[in-house]
Structure formats: structure tokens, C-alpha cells
């Protein structure tokens, strides 16, 4: 099927170059998808099943490529495309830990190998990170500092644009999918499409000239709104600090003054719930439940198994729920860890019981009872309380290695210095580094279709940083699926059955 379109396309590309389009074809002529070498492979996926997919591996996506061993993107095509020329390409980006990651192969245990499976197109690229270096003059010069990694994801996803008359699949229904920083660098990509902000770094890179935008956003527990992450952390978690979560005074006093700057960033946001009521501070709490409710109660109804300790409060014998059978666990339960031998604890009888309502401050202890919370500042940390630099305080470093804060919270801290501010370039560079900045109503930047996962014990970040996404993307009329799958702790790429149930419902 697509070697048809190889043949059209290859008649077609003399005529592009030529045809008045000489500036682009003489910057980005080495970005076009053509005699580019390819080789047969195949997966095996956990049902037994092959796919067999042609690969083209280690093309570079830019014309002035600064770090060789990530900046490259693999292409892999399935033997028969799910929707023929408008078959959407799945893009699966690696970063984590805000890392820099290089173009990988598929997997048949992630995404990408189901993905293949399905019939779509995928892409895997290579990007800078925190911890990418070149040697250059016998100077280690760090690559990776922010927005590189973001960058890198653009320029890959207008190689695929710029070469859709070539490359299998439709560039037009590019989907991104990643998992914590790669859940951000998703959320990013998914709302910052062509923005203004990005071209003069994309020039400069050698990125072919022409749109970033995706179709669909695939967004796993996004560690991302970094410069109001550690504010969300202590207004939610603060209520653990003298309980399970032990920490020093210091340390207590440094969360007091994170949390009471949170209300205000709420206020600021003027989100609304699903029936149209403004969210404050005051009721955000509600708001939150809402959610965590949700979930409990689909993992009740898949018969999960949910200990009455956790601050689940439940309502026994409702009427209506009598005739349900009781299913087995599948869904957003399934092979999430049990909690304990059952019949150990008490628990719900899945024909009877509904959940009425979270204990929230119980539940949060139990969440920092499973994993040990993050200290405060959770992200901007670098030069507060310690010295060490997060991932976070990297990626915001500068070409020599050196962290930097983010915040000016964490800055005047570290000063010491009540007056000290973010310099210009740190300002910007935040700015572009947070999806919140670029949605609005009907932003033409914007994805059209975003999935958001949040597991429901994933504390690497507050409940409120994807619950704001999910809902600002709502409020602004974007097709928006969240969940906080229940049991989940900080992980992606899960339940593949109604991600792709997802993708084929905006991809048909
Ligand atoms: C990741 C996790 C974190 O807790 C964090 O602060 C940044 C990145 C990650 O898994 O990618």
C-alpha cells in the first residue's frame, strides 16, 4: 500500500523543489525522506502474534545537528496500514527524568508494538536531555538544557510533515504519547503546535520549515506546570507534614510558605467543573474527589479489591446496584498490584457497595504511606534546604552543567535574597517549558484530542498538575479523556486495550 505512494511521491518531489520553493528546498533539501536505506523486521507480542514492520532507523531530523547520537528518529511501518494514506503516526517519545533519550525500536511490551500491531505508523525519535553532552574545543558543552528536548520533539515532528508525501502514513494525524517528563514534553508538543515562541530555536537548529502541530496528545502522569508543581505539591501534601511524611521544622516551614502561595494560583486559573461552576481554592478539594471517586469506584465495579483503611468511604446495599455481576478485574485494574491476600481486610462487597465519598486527607496519607513523598521544594529544590539539583533544576542548567532554580520562591531562597528574580532568559525559557501558557479557547496550537493519565498513588507530582491540564484543556473546548487509573503508581503506557480503543475512536 504505501509503496504506491512512494512512486507517486517521488514523481512529486522534483516538482516541489522546484516549483517556487527554492529558500526551503536549499535549507532543508537533506530533510527529505528519500533513498533512505530500510530493512525488515518483526516483533513478537505477548498474545504470540508477529508483526512484521519495514524500519528506517538513524535519519536526522535537523541540518545542523549538534548531538548525533540523539538527534535522529526511526520510522517503523507496518506490512498493511490500519487507514491506508490517512493512517495516523504514532510518535512515542523516551524522555524521562527529563533525560535525554536516543531513537529506539519498537517494543513489544509498550505502545509502540501494539501500535504496530493495530496497522499505524510509528515514529520514535531521539532528543536531548539533561544529561547530553558534546565535547567541543576539549570543552564539555551540555546540550540537552531546556527547551532542547522540546525542540527536538518539534523539528522531528516537521521531518514528518515536511516528507508526508513520502512517508507512509498521514504527518496530519501525528499522535504523541509519553510518560512523566516524556508526559510533559507530550502535553508540550500536544498544545504549543506552530507557536511563535519555538521558530527562531528551530531555525537555528536547521528544522525543515514548516508546522510542529499534532493531532492527538497521549499524556502518562505529565510532570509538568514546573513552575507551580512545588506550591501544588505542599497545598495538597501538607497535610501528611507532621504525620507520615516526618519532616523538620525547616522543612515545615519552607512547605507553609509553598502552600499559601497555591490558592492563589487556583483563583488564577478560573477552571470549572464539568456543570459549568467556577473552581476556587475554597472547593477545589471537592472538585479533586470528584475524581479519585471515579476511580475507586471503577476499580470497585472491576473487582478490585479496596481495604476500608485508605479513607474510601463507602454506602453498602444501594438499591440499584443489586442485580450487577460481580467481573473480573480488567481495566484500569488489571495488573495493578494487589493490596494485601484477600479476606485479610476488610473490604467491599462489588454487588452492593458504592463509594460515596474520599477521606481526601487519609487517602493523601496513605498515597505518601506507599511511596515516601518528595521534600519540599518537591521540584525547584536545588540551593533551599539542600544542595542537590533535581532533574528539574538540570534541565533548567546552563551549557556548563551547572543547575539553576526555576522559581523565584526557590532562587530568593537560595540567595537568600528576598529581591532576587529570574533573569529575562529564564523567565522565557519557563514560560515556553509549561503547556498551561498556550491553552486557551479554540487555541489553534492546540491538539484537538488528549488523553491524560494520572495513576491514583502517582505522587512524583500533585493530583492538581493533571487535573488542571485535563480541565483547562476542557473548559477550552478540546476533546479531553482523563482518568486516574486506581492503584497506579507512577507508570505509563498501561492498560493498552483502551488507549488504542481510544486512538481508533478519533482515528476512524
Ligand atoms: C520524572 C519523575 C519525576 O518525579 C520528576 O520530578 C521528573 C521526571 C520521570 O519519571 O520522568
Not at 514523481?11 to 530533510?31: P, R
Not at 442485580?323 to 476488610?346: E, I, K, T
Not at 526555576?406 to 515556553?432: C, G, N, P, Y
Request: hydrophobic fraction near 35%.
Amino acid at each position: 500500500m504505501h509503496l504506491h505512494k512512494f512512486l507517486i511521491a517521488s514523481a512529486t518531489t522534483a516538482a516541489i523543489i522546484g516549483g517556487g520553493a527554492s529558500m526551503q528546498a536549499k535549507d532543508t533539501g537533506s530533510l527529505r525522506f528519500d533513498n533512505i536505506s530500510s530493512k525488515q523486521a518483526s516483533l513478537t507480542m505477548p498474545t504470540g502474534q508477529t508483526v512484521e514492520y519495514t524500519a528506517y532507523e538513524g535519519i536526522f531530523y535537523v541540518t545542523n545537528v549538534e548531538d548525533s547520537v540523539y538527534q535522529t528518529l526511526n520510522i517503523y511501518v507496518p506490512q498493511t496500514l490500519k487507514y491506508g494514506d490517512a493512517t495516523p503516526i504514532f510518535l512515542r517519545t523516551y524522555i524521562g527524568g527529563y533525560m535525554a533519550a536516543t531513537a529506539k525500536a519498537p517494543s513489544a511490551s509498550d505502545a509502540t508494538g501494539r501500535a504496530l500491531q493495530e496497522g499505524y505508523v510509528v515514529c520514535i525519535p531521539g532528543s536531548r536531555g539533561a544529561n547530553s553532552t558534546v565535547t567541543r574545543n576539549g570543552k564539555t558543552i551540555y546540550t540537552g538544557t531546556a527547551p532542547n528536548g522540546l525542540l527536538d520533539l518539534k523539528a522531528a515532528i516537521r521531518y514528518l510533515r515536511y516528507n508526508d508525501d513520502l512517508i507512509p502514513g498521514s504527518a496530519e494525524r501525528i499522535i504523541i504519547d509519553g510518560t512523566s517528563a516524556g508526559g510533559a514534553m507530550s502535553a508540550l508538543v500536544g498544545s504549543t503546535g506552530d507557536r511563535p515562541e519555538y521558530d527562531g530555536y528551530l531555525r537555528k537548529m536547521g528544522a525543515a520549515k514548516t508546522s510542529d502541530k499534532v493531532f492527538a496528545s497521549v499524556c502518562y502522569c505529565p510532570i509538568t506546570d514546573l513552575n507551580h508543581a512545588d506550591m501544588e505539591y505542599e497545598w495538597l501534601y501538607g497535610c501528611t507534614n507532621t504525620g507520615v511524611r516526618h519532616l523538620s521544622p525547616d522543612q515545615i516551614a519552607i512547605s507553609d510558605q509553598l502552600a499559601a502561595e497555591c490558592p492563589g494560583y487556583i483563583n488564577s486559573l478560573g477552571l470549572k467543573d464539568d456543570a459549568g461552576n467556577l473552581i476556587t481554592a475554597d472547593n477545589y478539594k471537592d472538585y479533586l474527589k470528584t475524581f479519585l471517586i471515579a476511580s475507586a469506584h471503577k476499580a470497585l465495579e472491576e473487582g478490585c479489591e479496596i481495604p476500608d483503611t485508605i479513607g474510601i468511604i463507602r454506602y453498602v446495599d444501594r438499591p440499584d446496584f443489586g442485580g450487577r455481576q460481580m467481573r473480573p478485574a480488567n481495566g484500569d485494574g488489571r495488573g495493578a498490584p494487589s493490596f494485601g491476600p484477600a479476606g485479610s481486610r476488610p473490604m467491599f462487597n462489588n454487588n452492593s457497595d458504592f463509594v460515596t465519598d474520599i477521606d481526601l486527607d487519609k487517602y493523601l496519607s496513605y498515597v505518601a504511606s506507599v511511596t515516601p513523598l518528595k521534600t519540599p521544594p518537591a521540584f525547584d529544590q536545588y540551593g533551599v534546604l539542600i544542595d542537590t539539583p533535581t532533574p528539574e533544576n538540570n534541565v533548567f542548567g546552563n551549557t556548563e552543567g551547572t543547575p539553576a532554580n526555576f522559581t523565584d520562591f526557590s532562587l530568593r531562597h537560595r540567595l537568600h535574597d528576598d529581591s532576587a528574580t529570574l533573569d529575562k532568559d529564564m523567565v522565557k525559557r519557563v514560560f515556553i517549558m509549561n503547556p498551561m501558557n498556550f491553552i486557551s479557547p479554540d487555541a489553534a496550537s492546540v491538539a484537538g484530542h488528549w488523553f491524560i493519565r494520572h495513576g491514583a498513588k502517582d505522587r512524583d507530582t500533585s493530583f492538581l498538575v493533571p487535573v488542571n491540564l485535563a480541565t483547562k484543556l476542557k473548559n477550552s473546548g478540546f476533546d479531553v479523556n482523563f482518568f486516574l487509573p486506581w492503584n497506579r503508581p507512577h507508570s505509563g503506557d498501561y492498560n493498552l486495550d483502551d488507549l488504542f480503543s481510544w486512538i481508533d475512536s478519533i482515528a476512524r
